[in-house]
């Protein structure tokens, strides 16, 4: 008897040592155990639904064991055992509760009769589970997504799922996907997640909207034609629309909506500075700005001389030059030349200036600018060429032609009564006279410049040489 109670007491010792090993306890002392022996020490065991749990028992080598299940709670698990090892596994639909088995093991070895029982309890707990969203973003935003996961069974592990990658930009680290994607549109970011090895995907699907812009501002000016401000170029995919939301558009503009530009026609003298807001109409809420001025004005001309002509010596000659009226204020300049210069629109030449060609620029405030080109000839100084006498008889006209270095027109002046003179536009002089006369004529030549000069022509005209007697006048003489 001494024996058979050594025996059973080192087997129960086996068992609770080996199995203690083999099994974790839960706590529980057996006071709320499923069954109301006392089967000793509770082992609880975590399972999830779709999990198995197998245990193969160890006892003393010298010993021939025999394990069967005593009793188990089949409500919410499945328990068998196929030689000695015991496999247990949670029913379908069952998710929660704690349900035990009692293992006997029995033995007979050196015709000592022993049983021992362990108690196992079945703790179902919740398998893998995962979630989690990401927001829609604006190109250029970054993403800090950490997946939920969680598994009764242990620790939950990520990675990207097999056969699939990351958007570009983003990296998984640490179970932590962080970055900024790169591309616009409909993104998948396809994880797993392990633990304990069961393995569960999660597909999250988030949106990259494109960024809307606005624009630096601008200014347009129209001069009676039609002008338009730059279309604001933003991706279809956020449906921009745009409005007016500071300041009035003048008269004769007008906004499109969906590109923002604003375009007309005015020739009145304005200026107006409008702000324009665009919003986004998908993804996240966007706006943008954009100022532009809108200007007008009549359309800019110059009038004015096209050349102008000075000579040595000659008072500073000038040029006028007129804007359209009506503009915004005007500015005058006129290329750098020796001699020349420019004041409101008048142009001075000194007779410093060198022959050629200036350009005449009138700029008003809004931007328009128009020229004209002023051709500046300079003269030499004016001289007279040709005889300083003229004579002829009476009732004959005489000619003599007169010549200037520089052209321009003649004029002759002096001629008493009764003589007939003049000058051609070719410097021809004639004179003529109906009685005999002596006398001074001034012949003056004027250039386009304006230079005159003079020359004094001395002039005779004396009656024809005619016999003036008849022969029967003449005295006859007899000379002995």
Same mark, same amino acid.
């Given at each position: ?7 059973v ?8 040592i ?123 935003a ?30 998984l ?16 970011v396809?994880?797993?997640?392990t ?77 107006? /500075? ?47 030059f ?36 200036? /350009? ?15 051709a ?7 001289a ?7 004579? /002829? ?26 003589? /007939? ?23 003056t ?15 005779s ?19 002995a």
């Open positions: 008897m001494k024996h058979n109670a050594m025996y007491a080192i087997l129960a010792a086996a068992i609770a080996l199995g203690a090993a083999a099994l974790v306890a839960d706590g529980h002392d057996g006071s709320d155990a499923a069954y109301s022996e006392d089967y000793g020490t509770v082992y609880g065991i975590d399972l999830a639904p779709g999990f198995s749990y197998s245990y193969t028992p160890s006892y003393p080598s010298d010993l021939a064991v025999t394990t069967t299940i005593e009793k188990y709670e089949s409500a919410g698990i499945s328990a068998s055992m196929s030689g000695k090892t015991l496999s247990v596994s949670v029913k379908d639909g069952v998710t929660s509760g704690s349900y035990d088995i009692i293992l006997k093991a029995s033995s007979s070895t050196g015709g000592v009769s022993q049983t021992a029982y362990q108690h196992i309890r079945i703790n179902v707990v919740s398998g893998l589970s995962v979630s989690g969203s990401i927001n829609d973003i604006i190109k250029g970054s993403v800090s997504f950490t997946p939920s996961g969680s598994s009764g069974m242990g620790a939950v592990t990520w990675s990207v799922k097999s056969g699939t990658s990351l958007p570009a930009g983003l990296t680290s640490g179970g932590k996907v962080t970055g900024t994607p790169t591309a616009v549109g409909t993104q998948t396809s994880l797993t997640a633990a304990a090895g069961e393995s569960k995907d999660l597909i999250v699907h988030f949106t990259v909207w494109s960024k809307i812009a606005g624009g630096s501002a601008q200014t347009i000016t129209s001069h009676g034609d039609t002008v338009s401000s730059a279309a604001i170029s933003n991706a279809s995919d956020i449906g921009v629309t745009w409005k007016v939301t500071k300041g009035t558009l003048p008269a004769g503009f007008s906004l499109n909506a969906s590109t923002g530009a604003i375009s007309g026609k005015s020739a009145a003298l304005q200026s107006v /500075t409008v702000t324009i807001t665009g919003t986004s109409s998908h993804g996240p809420a966007q706006t943008a700005t954009k100022q532009i001025t809108v200007r007008s004005e009549p359309a800019l001309s110059l009038t004015g001389p096209s050349s102008l002509i000075t000579y040595p010596g000659a008072p500073d000659k000038t040029a006028v007129a804007a359209t009226s009506g503009t915004s204020a005007v500015t005058w300049s006129v290329t750098s030349a020796t001699g020349v210069s420019i004041s409101a629109g008048t142009v001075t030449v000194t007779d410093g200036a060198s022959a050629g060609s200036v /350009t005449v620029t009138a700029k008003t405030a809004y931007g328009q600018t128009a020229t004209k080109t002023l500046i000839t300079k003269e030499a100084s004016a007279i060429s040709g005889d300083a006498s003229l004579g /002829t008889t009476v009732g004959t006209a005489a000619t003599q032609t007169y010549t200037s270095n520089v052209g321009g027109t003649w004029a002759v002046s002096g001629a008493p009564a009764g003589t /007939t003179v003049s000058i051609s536009s070719a410097g021809v002089l004639s004179v003529s006279g109906s009685s005999p006369a002596i006398f001074n004529l001034t012949i030549h004027t250039t386009p410049g304006g230079q005159s000069v003079t020359k004094t022509v001395s002039c005209i004396v009656s024809q040489l005619v016999f003036t007697s008849l022969p029967s006048s003449g005295v006859i003489a007899y000379e």
